[in-house]
């Protein structure tokens, strides 16, 4: 490792950086939605926040886990093809957000791609790479029309036996923006949020200097950075090959999965960073653009027309950016090169 390459000594050095921040109680991380989560609050920051937070970060797994047998989406699952199910508004919410963004990425994203993430088994012990026959078997099942919320009674209903939701590429964003709205309501100015890899840096520096996060490095160990983005107020969200994955005979075989033909998306890309305001939609969107590939997530994303910008890292480490990308982010590892933007 290069010195000065993990995410977690460079804010220890951000702090040292701008000693106009005042020190924050010790951060807290915790394992929840699958993943280590860290939060820092800083001036007002007191153990009863993070309880709050921690305890809503808790609540929010439990609603909507597809590998929690009583949560919202284990009930729905187990009721595919059944009956309609009741779940909580907040459920609700989230799932149609991910279902905007899979109209919007013409199903590259789509919240019921369940039973294919279950098949690869990804990320888990049971990670293997599935017989063809049983990929064209589930591909059927991966449909978001087939999901039906009735709102009013506040219920989702699958139409076809065997689907499964899973809200795994946009919950953890969700939950990012959570913790930020009990800190605000605690009256805390400050606060770095990190739900493994996604990152919301809340309020600016006192002293008006932004915020400076590392960027995952795909292709080294987590908490190497490439590069960085300096940010107020914003969150920062990444998806890569190199979060959760197995190798077979040297291949590499990753949790982002094709809708199209079942097997992990290979776009010639390592990773998407989303910078914006909303981690909901940030989360949502690195999982859907990694899958469209650069030329339609750039086109995706530039319709947005919301400020919100992304970084795309290709396998030969060259790195694109939508408009305005770069005023936010600086490349900090030589071994990657920034090119022009490609001309349609
Ligand atoms: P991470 O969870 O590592 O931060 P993402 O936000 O990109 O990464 O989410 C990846 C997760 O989303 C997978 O582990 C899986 O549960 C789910 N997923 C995989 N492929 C898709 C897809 N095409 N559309 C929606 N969700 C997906
Ligand atoms: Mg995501």
Known sequence: MKPMQKIGCFICFVLILFPGCSAPIPSRSEFVLGTVCSISLYDRGRQSVYRKIFDRLREIENLMSANIEDSDLGRINRAAGIEAVAAHPDTIMVLKRAIRFAELSGGAFDPSIGPLVKLWGIGSDAGRIPEEHE?????????WKDIVIDEAASTVFLKQPGMGLDLGAIAKGYAADEAVRIIR???????????GGNILAYGSKRDRRPWRVGIQNPVEGRGAYFGIAEVENKTVVTSGVYE????????????????RDGYPVDQGLLSVTIIGHSSMDADALSTSLFALGYERGSILLESLDDNTVAIFVFADLSVRGTSGAFEQFTLTDEDFKIMSKILR
């Not at 959760?244 to 809708?259: A, N, Q, V």
């Open 244 to 259: 959760r994955f197995f190798e077979s005979d040297g291949k590499r075989y990753h949790h982002i999965l094709s809708t």
């Open 135 to 143: 990929i064209a078997g589930v591909l059927p099942l991966v449909n």
């Open 185 to 195: 309501a605690a009256g805390i100015k400050r606060a770095l949020i990190d739900l």
